[in-house]
């Protein structure tokens, strides 16, 4: 077996490494070779410690250390070769200073390594020690390795990290990782054939003409037959498209279910303090689609209620069947043509908003970046006159601030996004409403003109309209209410469920902090007690350090992988449960529709409406909250069974190999069994308080869900939509009765209907999210 040398080096800032190898020629022969290595190495990121506690940043720790992990692969004989170096820069930084007891662990699974001065572990990590590095010195270790036959398969990922954690004027360590990612990707060597290269040419070159001819053959015989099918085509994708837009769609069940699929990615976050903004972000975008919803259940009731009024008209004798029909189709067309015009003026204005609102971003970011580099000189220069340890807690408060101002800049610069996309959406929902009346007006007009519908029926007809408008908007009344008081549900059941596993991970971590603790603390007592000399501490504390990240990172890995397992499982169940759901609820909605031709009248119709909606909103509301507590239930079963393991590891750690290298150094039993006995204790004492904490923040989430469903009750919403209804029919009624004599009976509809147009503008989405509740209709 023969290789191809492939050298990669890496230096910051990282580009892509591109892959070689032969182009091929032919298909015919193939050779397959070792797989090629590509490495990765990732910016460090630093954790300041400090009890149970920790922060993540990114670049350079404030003392200005640099650290590295760098790597060269090339193949020389059997197997590649890793050529590794670690490198730790103490910059002349303005806040730099001297670094003291530096441990350095790296992570060397897969690799078989040679020529290096580290102390390897059983875990696959190798610790290097320093003791002192003075400002402007730096420290670098290399070491040679190679990969180990069938440790990485082709496509395979080898993470190594490298932890480097060092002791400043400051009393907390600090902490920085580098990360070095290794990939391999099979090789394909080809060794062409001549022969078969001119064999092959000639037969394609016969088939190919052939094949030519056929097909112009079959093309001047087919092609209107294929014109004629690509224009159904063309046309049955059209109407498919509009029977699923945002405008048309009557269960909107795609985005239903990706909305509802994101809750699954929040509990399963990796960062439970991103979870409880983005439940935030995942909220208004329900409200959103709940108002979609909403205009779309009103625009199939208003299309209902025209059928049924005409069916009345020509029950009654006031219309022909033919003059039905006639209308009947009209209307049909003219919906169909108010759809595709409000969907392409959705897609516009999204299209422009989108532009004007990453314009606006670029400005905001652009112009925060300029301020925090204004920021971070001034402090520079007030901090040259103070100590290095002020000037470094200045500079990380700084950077923390910073932090959070780009945080809450994105937070604002979205939620302003969201708003006039809601704001545009309802625009165009609100000129739906109105060009709908409109058409109806129109069409009554015409039918008149015609002389298919006498003057004194077409004034029974508007009147009847009108107030079967004025039922349709107190049923919407309802439907809003309704859905207000269930996503109020919904949210405050999702916040208690975020703030469950919120306290969950503060109950692990702590738990595992004391335990890590004790390891140290142990050591430090039988130094301190005179039966272990400083090195010996040193050479103790350095292997229980490089065991407490072994296994912290292999319960990081584990969790992260078994909780992917675990979220396609759970992204697979409620998928199938809530498609199965909306199924049978969409098979309900469409019965109306089937029982409308044998309805008498509106009432009876928009009574079934109101029934029905409250019994699926009730429904579905039960099984998302089901799916929650479910998904809830197995992520923290997960959690805690993974975080005991390694617990128990901690513990074993501690009661058997470390007790059995103090016996070995001389230690007498007697002196180190009580020191073990209060551990234990101690440990189950701190399990057992978290666990109190735990549980009296659960219930506190639990009142807290109870008010928000006081103050979000069904009756006080109905009321408040009544109210407001109230309002509008007095002033609808005071204009009415000064142009008694001037208007006539659609223009008085219209007018009511911009009264109520208007009203629903004032009470859009963000203004009644303030209260938690979602907007007027």
Known sequence: MTFNKKVEAFHLPLTSAASGGPHIHSPLAFLPSWPKILLKRESASIHRL?????????????????????????????????HVQLLVHNTRAPSATNLSDLLLLDNVTGLSVRESAGNQTSRGFQAFRKKFLQVGDSFSVQYTAWLEAGGVGSGEVLVLPAQLSFQTSSPNRTQLKALLTITTDEKITVLPNHGLHAMGFFVALILSLVLTWAVLFFMVRYQCLKGSLLSRHRVRHHEDKLEHSQFTSADGVNEDLALNEQM???????DPGSMLPALEELEIATLNWADSDLEACRTQISKDIIALLLKNLTSSGHLSPQGARRMDAVFQKQFLWLEKEIQEEYDRKMVA????????????????????????????????RGSERSAAECSSLLRTLHGLEQEHLRRSLALQQEEDFAKAHRQLAIFQRSELHSIFFTQIQSAIFKGELKPEA????????????????????????????HLSKRFGHREYLVQSLQSLETRVQGLLSTASAQLSLLIQKHERAGYLDEDQMEVLLE??????????????????????????????????????????????????GEALGAAEDAGQYLGQWRSLVAEHSAALEELQERLDQAALDELRALTLSLSE?????????????????????????????????????????RAERLEGEERDRGQEGVQSVRQRLKDDALEASTEEQAELRHWEHLIFGGLQLCNRHQQSSGSCLGLAHQIGNWRSLKHGLYGATEGNGMWAV
Request: aromatic share 6%.
């Open 543 to 592: 292997r229980v350090q490089t065991e407490v990240f072994s296994i912290k990172q292999k319960l990081d890995n584990d969790l992260k992988q078994e909780k992917k397992k675990l979220h396609q499982k759970l992204i697979t169940k409620r998928r199938r449960e809530m498609l199965q759901k909306h199924k049978e609820q969409r098979k309900e909605q469409l019965s109306i």
């Open 264 to 270: 699954i990615d929040i509990l399963s976050s990796e």
């Open 353 to 384: 908003l989108t532009a004007e609102c990453d314009l606006d971003t670029r400005k905001k970011t652009e112009s925060q970046y300029q301020r925090e580099m204004a920021a971070m000189e001034e402090a520079e220069e007030v901090l040259k």
């Open 458 to 485: 077409a004034k029974m007809l508007l009147q009847d309209y009108s107030k079967i408008q004025e039922r349709i908007e107190e049923l919407m009344d309802f439907f809003q209410a309704s859905k207000r008081y």
């Open 645 to 685: 393991k390694a617990t128990e590891e901690l513990r074993r750690l501690q009661n058997s190999a470390m007790t059995q290298e103090l016996l070995k150094l001389g230690v007498p039993w007697l002196f180190l069994q009580p020191i073990l006995e209060e551990h234990s204790r101690d440990l189950a004492a």
């Open 50 to 82: 400090h009890g149970d506690t920790s922060r993540d940043l990114q670049g350079t720790s404030e003392n200005g250390v640099i650290f590295q992990k760098c790597a060269v692969v090339s193949v020389h004989g059997e197997w590649p070769v890793v």
